[in-house]
């Protein structure tokens, strides 16, 4: 080993089980954090077969293998029953996020302008200013204290989401919000095993009430935002015109309200919980990292000097790019792309029979023995140009990949990127000494009980 290598960071890891879990310890485990099911063998095996009451379930870790379910033969995979029941109980079954086909593709369509690159660009100064607001509140923290940096970039990057998706118009309790959404997925543990156990959706478990409600307070406030809308449009359209003005190309109507505040609310919250979760694992990862704090501070200062970051120094800030890319690597804000066979079919030569759930872990892929070196250590330089060449795109899938491929990816990329730059030249941020953040996965890759971090101006 090079005396690099045993300088970089390695954040504690979960412990998963040699063996698969079985009966109630597999549900003890799953209600708590699904990820700790997880057997060791996802971190080195190409493919697993796991299977709960009778029933089998496959695992794809090897990049071809995963490339044919999400990209070659993905009308062979649609979304797994878990997403319906999880996400679908939120936002409806036929949302963007949730809808197959038809359905589908009409909407993914009638969502793209917000997203296209030169669009996206002109939301820099938005990114900007939310990042600097952001600053301005943390400098605000006592020195000694600690602060939960997962909380401060929900809000920062919710504020982004209503800039710029929604013009600035719409005025939320940001505090409220965040909270139902927090409701609504600490139950997800207890869908999956409701799922699992093939058990109805009426069933009843803890927080199960909590959520239901949190998630009509949220719909109510994509309802109410869309009647103030509809009552005053704007003059430059935005993502929720868009949406109002998308129509079926099959049978030429428009979404209804209900079908608008489903998507809207899909936006909302995909657009910024995500993104914050990104920006949380990067800021506590670079905490730990001196070296790689030196060479993002001294590229901000060459790029932009005191400026506010601009569309102009968004591509020429690469290392920082890479910090963000290596976080989302260890920490995937998306763990798990759920899929199912539609009918019998081979992927990597192995024969999936119809209705068999197949499942790709990011998280194991991105800690995949075979495919990482030293997979378990915070290394920014494997996304240099260099290292990245010939990495099988099956291999690095924050934003997934194939029709389904995130929506937001790039504007995802360009926001972490302004906001991270922003906040580390305004500010040092230090871990707590002996916090060790657990990753637990609420459908994204939350650290258990926040992130609590220091905070001190440069
Ligand atoms: C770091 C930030 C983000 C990550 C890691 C992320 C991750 C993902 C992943 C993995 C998927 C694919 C799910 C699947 O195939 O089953 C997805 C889909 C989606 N994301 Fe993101 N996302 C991020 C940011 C955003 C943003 C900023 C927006 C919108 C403003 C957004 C909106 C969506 C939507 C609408 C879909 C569904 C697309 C479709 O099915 O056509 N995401 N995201």
Redesign the pocket.
Known sequence: MTLVETQRFVPPGLDHPAEPLKALRFLRTLVRNPLETWPEALFHERLQWLGFAGRPLLFVMDPAMVEEVLVSKAEVFP?API?QRAIGAAVGNKS??TAEGAD?RWQ?RA?SPPFRHGTILGFVPAMAQAAEAAAERLRGVPAGETVDISEAMMATTFDV?VET?LSGRGSFDTERFGAQISHYFETVGWIAAITVLRLPTWMPYPGKRRARAGNRFLKAEMTRVIAERRASPGTTPDLLDFLIAAADPETGRAMTDLELADNLL??VV??HE??AL?LTWALWLTANAPEVEGRVLEEIAAVAGEATIDASHVDRLAYTKQVIQEA?RLF???PL?PRIAAEDVTVGGETVAARTPVYVPVYAIHRHRLIWDDPESFDPDRFSPERSKGRHRGAY????AGP??????S??QV??VVIFATLMRALRFMPVPGHRPKPNTRLTLRPDGGMPMRVARR
């Open positions: 979304k997403v963007i996020f589908w993914r969502s989401i998706m899909t936006f995909a657009g995500t993104t990104a989302m995937p804000p998306a792309i899938l924050p934003f997934g389904r491929i995130c929506i937001g990816a504007f995802a926001e972490a």
